[in-house]
């Protein structure tokens, strides 16, 4: 098999120079001649992955979980501090060495949007060839697209994936329609909080409504950040390299209260909590594990104008139409990584306030909705209907980007 796509250059940190052969998975045979057909890629599963602002979720079609799940974040070496000519160019993810203060930190995606190219090339190239272990040239890839996401992003994609990996077929989807996939939908309103950006988007008959749909650009980053506030004015101060220490705190003592104010004036201060660090110190956290989610419901106390969550899914109600509403109430989806938080799949009493008299509200929360998108792509990859959907390198070359947004809806 032809290597040459396989740049030592660009090996990460830990790994050996010299390439190791890609892993192909296959139904048919494990290595395609030279002069193969690029339909050939369908004898071949898809390649599903799903990069936000936190983390780059990457495996194969017809699977029930991503085979990866690494951090979207590019460390970048600068040429004089390169150890050799052969040395890395960069770092991936948990691959980056803290302790190098030269390695220039690059995020491919802010809030949920692409937003350095090069970075994101390097992400990928990284999935591909040393996480997957697979020639993209030989796999159709499927990836997703944030709601709201400008239209040029898609064609970039395109670009991408054509160009630089040369697939022989792409598609990009948006990650609420994948969710509701997940859920085995294909209707529904997806609330959906992950890293960097919190959505609501409502999807009828497969179909997303962008006129309906909202963002707030918090999520788990900036909850992470609120806790170590929180915590600092408690007593309990975390440096920023400590800041994973600060993440598994709110993974496993924050939740999202019920009745905010009620529990912010009891007296009683049922919320107090002893928590062990991992040097063996425990520390006791009070209001700050309610107090640091609360502002996805109420973010004008980090000075954001936007609307919370609840009232952001009410306003996305209120855009779809009337015949709609009862459907979309008794399919609420809650997805990404933030939603694990407890109490967030539980339905706010600001919001059934703020719903229709005598609504029914139903909201739906799977075990393992951080990977609602990339579970919806695994699916999608695998329907027979879908298959004429891939955006192929034939049709790319004879209309360029723009072809898209013809398939990709």
Request: proline share 7%.
């Amino acid at each position: 098999m032809d290597r040459k796509h396989l740049p030592k250059s660009r090996n990460p940190a830990g790994r050996s120079s010299t390439p190791v052969p890609p892993r192909t998975v296959s139904s048919g045979p494990a290595i395609y001649p030279k002069n193969a057909p690029k339909a050939a890629f369908k004898e071949t599963v898809a390649i599903i992955v799903d990069s936000g602002s936190g983390y780059t979720k990457a495996g194969f079609s017809g699977d029930e979980q991503p085979r990866i799940v690494l951090k979207s974040s590019v460390g970048i070496i600068p040429q004089k501090s390169r150890s050799t000519k052969e040395g890395p160019e960069y770092f991936i993810g948990y691959n980056i060495p803290k302790e190098r203060v030269d390695v220039v930190k690059k995020k491919p995606i802010t809030h949920g949007i692409v937003t350095d190219w090069d970075a994101l090339e390097k992400l990928w190239h990284h999935t591909f060839y040393w996480e997957l272990r697979i020639c993209p040239e030989e796999h159709g890839i499927l990836v997703t697209d944030a709601p709201l996401s400008p239209t040029t992003n898609r064609e970039k994609m395109a670009e991408l994936l054509f160009e630089e990996f040369n697939v022989p077929a792409m598609y990009v989807a948006h990650q609420s329609l994948l969710s509701v996939y997940s859920y085995g939908r294909t209707t529904g309103l997806v609330v959906e909080s992950g890293s960097g950006a919190t959505y609501v988007s409502p999807i009828h008959n497969g179909y997303s409504m962008p006129h309906a749909t909202f963002r707030l650009d918090l999520a788990g980053r900036a909850l992470t950040e609120y806790l170590g506030k929180l915590m600092a004015d408690a007593g309990n101060h975390f440096s920023s390299q400590e800041k994973p220490v600060v993440r598994e705190i709110k993974k496993q003592c924050c939740y999202i209260s019920q009745d905010y104010e009620a529990e912010l004036r009891s007296e009683e201060r049922g919320y107090l909590m002893d928590y062990v660090l991992p040097d063996g110190h425990a520390i006791t956290l009070g209001s700050e594990r309610f107090r640091c989610p609360e502002i996805l419901f109420c973010p004008s106390t980090l000075g954001v104008s936007e609307a919370g969550i609840h009232v952001m899914t009410m306003n996305s109600l209120q855009k779809c139409p009337t015949e709609q509403h009862e459907q979309m109430m008794d399919s609420i989806m809650v997805c990404g990584g933030s939603s694990l938080l407890r109490g967030f799949p539980e339905p706010q009493k600001e919001m059934i306030k703020l719903a229709p008299r005598g609504a029914k509200i139903n909201v739906i929360a799977g075990p393992h909705r951080e990977f609602s998108a990339w579970v919806g792509g695994s699916i999608m990859a695998c329907l027979n209907s879908f298959q004429p959907m891939w955006v192929s390198s034939q049709d790319y070359n004879e209309r360029g980007p723009f072809m898209v947004h013809h398939k990709c809806y």
